[in-house]
């Protein structure tokens, strides 16, 4: 039995409802111009589903780790705009998500209006899951839906606390989400490989345990990787390396070798000096990185042993860019592997809003074997088998 939430259509949704709306709208911005919609395209089917039923929606996100503080770099006009734009109509947006005007703001609005109210995290209560904050966001709206799979692996004020004082349901990109993972999770098809990179092994070493009792096999890039090898002894030169996690390294190499799961890091990677001026960069054995030198992407003989891996697999799983994917030529490998993973045909599933990017710049994200969560994290932890909050109270009693 899979896991079964509260659905819209449980919701009592009809003309004049205030509806609450937890969107991700953690867009990429750029001197305060939008990147890449795709995650406004993405929250597009439920709020078409609440226009069509003349409610009031009251849209509510974060942006980015202001750390409690107004920024102005991290305000969500640049979304509000772009929003309007893919629904045709006028998104209003306000200055702050609580307080009397924002009260007074929504008092006055009619069926089949749009408002986002401002980033959550400029409120140090939101991350702290703060109850009298909850109190306040939930003040606003008649019931609650829960749309930012994204978030979903933190317990904050507007991903959890509101759930707990409104009526509330999935949204439709949520309900997606869990539908398609419950695929991988539950029943997936073999050889199980799971692709990680990324710059922080802290954000997925936990996941990455988790998930040994479920893959057959390991490919790991990105930053990560220069931890995993220092941690069997080898030279990464000046490589970005957490060194307090070697120790967590190492248990999870013993715990693949203890389950004959077999885990590939680099052999060789592409290395750059990132203080000179002209950058300068070579191809090195990944176990013996000279001083000085950092590992930035990797080389061509792991491109090829990943592909050997990727063109096998049924199930592929793949959280984080193996190298820096935005910088050429540190793309490459996320490029290869990215076209590998395409031309596969097992069923894959990509976990994060740079990871998919990467696919895009690729042109593979369109591929019919590909399916793009919206998670990173979420992703992770969701498949590893973690219990995550803000789903689990959406979740109808068994």
């Not at 933190?154 to 949204?171: D, E, I, Q």
């Amino acid at each position: 039995m899979g896991l079964l939430l509260r659905r819209l259509s449980d919701l009592p949704i009809r003309e004049g409802r205030r509806v609450l709306v937890r969107v991700d709208y953690n867009l990429p911005l750029r001197d305060g111009h939008l990147l890449d919609d795709s995650r406004l395209r993405e929250s597009l089917p439920t709020l078409k589903y609440l226009l069509q039923h003349r409610t009031k929606i009251i849209l509510l996100s974060h942006l980015g780790r202001p750390k409690g503080k107004p920024l102005t770099e991290l305000r969500l006009d640049p979304a509000a705009h772009r929003l309007g734009e893919l629904l045709n109509i006028r998104v209003h947006k306000l200055d702050d998500c609580v307080g009397p005007r924002v009260e007074a703001f929504i008092a006055q609005m009619k069926p089949g209006e749009i408002v986002l109210l401002e980033n959550v995290r400029f409120h140090s209560e939101e991350e702290a899951n703060n109850e009298q904050f909850a109190q306040k966001l939930a003040g606003l709206g008649d019931c609650y839906v829960n749309d930012a799979f994204g978030t979903a692996h933190r317990a904050h004020a507007s991903t959890y606390g509101v759930a707990r004082l409104l009526p509330s349901a999935a949204g439709l990109l949520l309900e997606q989400e869990i539908t398609m993972l419950q695929r991988v999770r539950e029943h997936p098809a073999r050889p199980f490989v799971v692709i990680v990179g990324g710059a922080k092994l802290a954000d997925k070493i936990g996941v990455l345990k988790d998930l040994v009792a479920k893959a057959d096999a390991f490919l790991l890039g990105g930053c990560i990787a220069f931890t995993l090898l220092k941690a069997q002894g080898a030279s990464v030169g000046s490589s970005l390396v957490d060194e307090q996690l070697l120790d967590e390294a190492r248990l999870f190499l013993a715990a693949a070798r203890e389950r004959s799961v077999r885990v590939f890091l680099p052999q060789d990677v592409q290395i750059a000096q990132e203080a000179t001026a002209n950058l300068q960069w070579a191809v090195s054995r990944a176990d013996a990185i000279p001083d000085g030198w950092q590992g930035w992407d990797i080389g061509p003989q792991t491109i090829k042993t990943f592909q050997d891996q990727i063109r096998d697999a049924k199930t592929i799983v793949w959280a984080g860019p193996l190298g820096r994917f935005e910088q050429p030529p540190f793309d490459r490998g996320t490029r290869e592997v990215a076209r590998a993973v395409a031309a596969s045909g097992g069923f894959a599933v990509i976990g994060g809003g740079d990871t998919a990017a990467a696919l895009r710049q690729s042109e593979c994200a369109s591929a019919q074997n590909i399916y793009c969560s919206t998670g990173g994290g979420a992703t992770l932890e969701f498949l590893g088998g973690r219990k995550l909050p803000p789903i689990e109270i959406l979740r109808l009693p068994d």
